[in-house]
Structure formats: structure tokens, C-alpha cells
């Protein structure tokens, strides 16, 4: 009981892991493209909510 009780946990946890990479790796790939494209305008953006 104990031994497959380990092996789920293991496969579980590997299974969050990739799951946890798989929603990462695209978000932060998005926000590196964002802010090559907006760079000046999330800069200017940033500003604006700042002073108010």
C-alpha cells in the first residue's frame, strides 16, 4: 500500500510539474513578445497609473 501510494505521488507530482510548465512557458513567452512590441507604451502606461 505504502509503495503505490509513493508511485501516485510521484506521478502526480511530475504531472503538476509539466502542467505548471505547459501554463508558464506560453504566459511568459506572450509577456516577452508584449513588451518587446508595447516597451515604450507599458513604459508611458506605467506613468499614468503612477501619478494618479
Do not use: Q
Not at 500500500?1 to 511568459?28: D, H, Q
Not at 513567452?29 to 508584449?34: D, S
Amino acid at each position: 500500500m505504502n509503495t503505490i501510494y509513493t508511485v501516485l505521488e510521484i506521478v502526480w507530482r511530475k504531472n503538476a510539474l509539466y502542467l505548471l510548465r505547459s501554463c508558464i512557458g506560453p504566459t511568459i513567452i506572450l509577456l516577452k513578445t508584449a513588451t518587446a512590441y508595447l516597451h515604450t507604451d507599458a513604459f508611458i502606461f506605467i506613468d499614468i497609473n503612477n501619478r494618479t
